[in-house]
């Protein structure tokens, strides 16, 4: 989990807390509102920012336009009916950002994934001339080449095994723990 995750795990977590405990919390007026608005910056103030500048630059139907306009409506809905139940705008913004936030884990790891899997590309292809094998780029590999490989080698190309037998380990092509 990056920190950047981290830290909207706590936003979140300290919104849930204060969302719970404002539910037992015998005020009411404005100094209600004023602790749920605090509740509500806590988890929402960067989607308020990312609104705001896409107004300015012109990009008004955003999700984070619509987010914020979802839950001000829900918080003026219950000032205007003097209900002082302000938790669904809160409520509203938390689910949002624990989406954020799994979307955000999910797609760090397949980044993550991608990366490894650009790790396990070979950076050259021993191929046979003349009876003697040569390190060259896999880019400059012909098609009807013959390829060694080595045990523990990389396979750096596609291609049709002539001679010999082995296991290759497929795991992070298939996700299969066992060679083949």
């Known amino acids: 989990m990056s920190e950047k995750q981290k830290i909207m795990l706590a936003r979140i977590l300290i919104s849930a807390a204060m969302l719970i405990g404002l539910a037992f919390v015998p005020v009411s007026g404005l100094p209600r509102m004023a602790l749920y608005l605090i509740a509500y910056l806590v988890i929402g103030y960067d989607i308020l920012k ?3 500048k896409g107004i300015l630059n012109g990009q008004v ?48 790891k397949s980044r993550r994934n991608i990366s490894a899997l650009m790790d396990i590309r070979p950076d050259y292809a021993n191929i046979e001339r003349d009876g003697q094998l040569v390190r060259v780029d896999p880019d400059e590999v012909s098609v009807g080449s013959i390829i060694v490989v080595q045990p523990g080698e990389k396979i750096p190309l ?8 082995s296991a290759l380990n497929t795991s992070a092509l298939t996700g299969e723990s066992l060679p083949r």
């Open 158 to 165: 596609d291609g049709v095994i002539v001679d010999g037998a």
């Open 61 to 108: 139907f955003d999700e984070n336009f619509l987010m914020t306009i979802a839950t001000l409506g829900a918080i003026a809905l219950a000032t205007y009916d003097r209900s002082g139940d302000y938790s669904e705008a809160i409520a509203v913004m938390l689910f949002y950002q624990v989406g954020e936030l799994f979307q955000s884990y999910a797609v760090g």
């Open 50 to 52: 990312k609104a705001g």
